[in-house]
């Protein structure tokens, strides 16, 4: 069974349904839950339910290291996070307005503090490649703590893959910048934003064309656009993505990364492993939040 490092974050998404519109200095009651996020994290959930040995390195508020280690660890990751002592978990408050829109408010908190000590060497030992949620490149702290782990993974000949996560904070850092700290990646699987961003170009083709000379192989998710594939020597496949009634469109990048990402570890040809990908990102938008179903209800 091949074994994966997964660097990236962990948040708590608290979701805010509130029984009608928020009214300054007053009262309003609202439906409010909880739920286990961050991306990196829902990622190592997926691969892991792909059969993949996924170890997961972030960090976490002490308050609730623990419950945190063990929601990930029923999913059958190993949890290897380190305890602030100063920041809680990272959140993430989603408020639902009467009319369905969201709105997002983000504190990273722990995962901002993510450092070299959180990321030693041995956590290599026994690993056939590491992934990294970019969330995790775009503050100078953490960025050189994965930097510094991914220059020890080269050392050893161990691969990695990178999703970049963010468009909006792949602007923040440059494009230029993002390229030559992920350059040597096995795979990048940028969204549409981010291919545009990365690309300079809103055509899909030549996003292809540009990224696979960057990467040994890109990965392209184009929500209900489909999800295409290319590497430098010319390769090329697509999927169109199943028809589905989404409810949360948030995770189903995560739930496509594990697919694709079990799948090609498993050694499946490109089209199979785009298959797996859509599959596994058609499920997770019909259900909320971003992680698998839960293994209790298995
Ligand atoms: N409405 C939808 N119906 C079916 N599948 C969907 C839908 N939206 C997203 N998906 C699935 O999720 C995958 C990734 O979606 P998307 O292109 O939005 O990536 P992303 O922006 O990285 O996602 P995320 O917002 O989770 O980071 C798609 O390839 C597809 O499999
Ligand atoms: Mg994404």
Redo the contacts with the bound molecule.
Sequence with gaps: MPSVLVIGDVMVDVVVKPDGPVVSGADRRAAIRQLPGG?GA?QAAWLATEGVDVTFAGRVGHADHARQAALLSDFGVRPRLAADRELPTGTLVTLLSPDGERSFLTDRAANANLCREDLPDALLDGIDLVHVSAYSLFEAGPRAAVLGLLGAARRRSIPFSV?P??HSFLAEVGREEFLRWTEGARIC??????ALFLAATDDVERQLDVLAKAYELVVL???????YAAEANGGRWSVP??????VD?????????G?FLGAFLRGDHIADCLRR??????Q???ALG?RPPSPSSW
């Design positions: 991306s829902n999703d996560s963010s699987f940028p969204n549409a934003d981010e998710k184009c929500g209900t656009e489909g999800a993505v199943p028809a589905v009634e989404a469109s948030s995770g189903g990048g995560d739930a496509f990364l697919g990908g859509v599959a596994l990102g058609a997770a938008v019909t971003g």
